[in-house]
């Protein structure tokens, strides 16, 4: 990954912020498209916190029938890849009540209006109808920019579909700014370059409402029980050309990424062996690439007081920023009406 030349000068004077929303266990797609970025990032030695999107989930009835499930897979895979509650924050936003109650001011900076043009609300609306959209859904992206304001993260690594909120955090924080005073920084994205993979079907992007995802924590013999069911074509020589060729492609693109190869070496290697030998290809490559992790999350997994703690510990440290954080808020708009009032001196 290509740094910005400040990220790579002075890693350890950046705060980086990221998340997920609890919706189940992550997939190849995920760790390509993300975590393998974030731990890298966290091995570099920025300041790194990650979210557990909780409440953003409330929105979605058959999600948030599980959410402590859902919790604990999240943090599987997490640690599982490798984000280590040693050196990031790793937190649910529900658990940090001051973060929460940033939304409150930050609602008044923004107008409804703004509200409609941010894609992913308009898409929920135009999905639902008007009047079927949750107050919650409609105001997410407000809940977001407090998820990234509270710590002062100034990096943000997100995909581009991320990129509207991250633009209204960086308005919400401007005009907070000049309405009261120098309280946050303008956070920055940080697009991840790996192109979005496909799913097994070639159809869409990876995922798990599509049932076309390999899920990080699948066994030797599930992967390689959705690859072989993957989506190819009748052409025998093997090509690495997304664009008309996607799912051979696609599966060529993965073997490439767990060998740290080319692609067009990938499928040239390959040749006339055909879908079938780029399929053994593919499962092998992924049943290497992920076995460590697969065994570190079957580890992790048979120890919930260690996560239940790594999760308590980071919900902690988040507390602290963000009462802090409150604080400052609080002083800066006159709110703050003595030293113990409201629990926030
Ligand atoms: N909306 C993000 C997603 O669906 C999750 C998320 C919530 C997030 N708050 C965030 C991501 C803050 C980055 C920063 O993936």
Redesign the pocket.
């Known amino acids: 990954m290509v740094l910005p030349d400040d990220v790579r000068a002075a890693p350890t004077e950046l705060r980086m ?5 609890p919706t189940g266990k992550l997939h190849i797609g995920h760790y390509f498209g993300s975590l393998r970025n974030r731990v890298r990032l966290q091995n570099q030695g920025l300041d790194t916190l990650v ?1 557990i ?1 909780d409440y ?1 989930v409330l929105t979605d009835r058959d999600i948030s029938a599980d959410i402590s499930g859902h919790v604990e897979d999240l943090m599987l895979d997490y640690l599982a890849v490798g984000i280590s509650p040693q050196r990031s924050t790793i937190f649910a ?1 529900s658990a940090v009540p001051a973060l929460n109650q940033l939304i409150v001011p930050f609602l008044s900076l923004v107008s409804t209006a703004e509200l409609d043009r941010n894609p992913t609300v308009k898409e929920e609306v135009a999905a639902a109808g008007r009047g079927a959209v949750s107050g919650l859904m409609y105001t997410y992206p407000v ?2 920019a407090a ?2 304001l509270f710590c002062h993260a100034n990096v ?1 690594p ?1 995909g581009s579909d ?1 990129l509207p ?1 991250l633009e209204l955090s960086r308005t919400i924080a401007r005009r907070f700014n000049a309405r009261y005073g120098e309280v946050f920084v303008e956070p920055r994205a940080l697009l991840s370059p790996v192109p979005r993979l496909l799913g097994t079907d070639a159809a869409s992007k990876m995922s798990k409402s599509r049932g076309n995802a390999i899920d990080l924590s699948a066994t030797a013999d599930e992967t390689a029980r959705l690859v072989r069911s993957a989506t190819t074509d009748a052409e025998r020589r093997i090509t690495y050309d997304p664009e008309h060729r996607p799912g051979v492609s696609t599966l060529v693109l993965l073997t490439a990424l767990c060998t740290a190869r080319d692609p067009h070496d990938v499928a040239a290697e390959i040749g006339d062996g055909g879908a079938a030998a780029l399929k053994r290809a593919a499962t092998e490559a992924i049943n290497e690439y992920f076995a460590p992790m697969r065994r570190r999350r079957a580890e992790f997994a048979a120890d919930r007081r260690y996560l239940r703690e790594a999760l308590a510990a980071g919900n902690e440290r988040a507390n602290r920023i963000a009462a802090a954080t409150l604080g400052r808020v609080r002083e800066a708009m006159g709110t703050r009406y003595g030293p113990n009032v409201g629990g926030v001196a």
């Open positions: 912020l990221t998340g997920d929303r979210l999107a953003q936003h809940h977001q998820d990234i943000v997100v991320q909120h």
